[in-house]
């Protein structure tokens, strides 16, 4: 192969694919490695471009290769970027902080409908739930509201302001009567056991994919700490320039705006 480009007037040899995956990212390294052009084609192209083509949606690997060819032709390819090294190790950290951060809005969810059938009253918001009096309530009771009733207003309220300190009356008075409300919803002891170990789980899980998230975009800050230092002046100094809110059209001068984005272009 290549020795066929040079004999028939070509510079080299263009290799692309459907990008799905590690499979699509090993042959298009492979290829980079061995000195050719590489570039991709989007899946949900393949598809439409087969019903243009075709009028027929099935999926072989003759007709894919085909019609993968055809959108080369039209020269329709995505580009595709060898990113090696310390940029590499960004893009792999983002992707489990995307994972981590995916899982822990999956735990939020789960937390707020284990919540609803242990204490469906709770007039707490979801953006109260965990952050501010939700963790107290949590660490003190479970949300569980029958303990809350036992211990009566007083105790209720020295418990939460010894785990949270700024809760306002009015959010612990809401609370506790919403508590002294949901005595009509009756529970055998052991389901609610059940209900309280699947919410603590949960809100272990979450805990831990928060915790997990932040070591992560602290490490990201420092792969990436070198490069965001060199550029930061220069990047400020441009968006000054570019969106800069004077009263005379004069503060945006185009000539300084090329030189500062020249010294931008110097330093990346």
Not at 251 to 268: H, I, L, T, W
């Amino acid at each position: 192969m290549e020795k066929f480009a040079p004999k028939h007037g070509f510079h080299g040899l263009l290799v692309f694919c459907e990008i799905t995956g590690p499979y699509s990212d090993k042959l298009l390294r492979l290829a980079r490695r061995m000195g050719h052009h590489t570039a991709g084609v989007s899946g949900e192209m393949v598809h439409r471009m087969k019903i243009v083509e075709s009028n027929d949606a099935g999926k072989t690997d003759s007709k894919d290769a085909r019609i993968m060819l055809l959108i080369g032709r039209l020269q329709k390819l995505l580009s595709h970027r060898d990113i090696r090294g310390r940029y590499a190790a960004l893009r792999e950290k983002n992707r489990a902080y995307d994972l981590e951060k995916d899982s822990a809005t999956a735990a939020k969810r789960l937390i707020h409908s284990v919540l609803m059938r242990l204490f469906p009253d709770c007039p707490l918001d979801n953006q109260v739930v965990f952050r501010g009096m939700g963790p107290a309530l949590f660490a003190a009771y479970i949300f569980d509201p029958a303990p809350m009733r036992r211990d009566g207003y007083p105790l209720f309220c020295r418990r939460l302001r010894a785990l949270a300190p700024g809760i306002k009356d009015v959010t612990l008075s809401s609370v506790f009567e919403a508590a002294r409300n949901s005595v009509w919803i009756v529970r055998e002891p052991v389901e609610i056991e059940a209900i309280k170990q699947r919410l603590a789980l949960a809100w272990d899980h979450l805990r831990r994919h928060v915790a997990n998230a932040g070591v992560i975009k602290l490490e990201m800050e420092a792969l990436g700490a070198c490069g965001t230092k060199v550029m930061a002046g220069l990047e400020r100094k441009l968006l000054r320039i570019i969106f800069s809110l004077g009263r005379r059209q004069a503060v945006f001068d185009p000539k300084r705006m090329n030189q500062c984005e020249s010294q931008y272009q110097k330093g990346a």
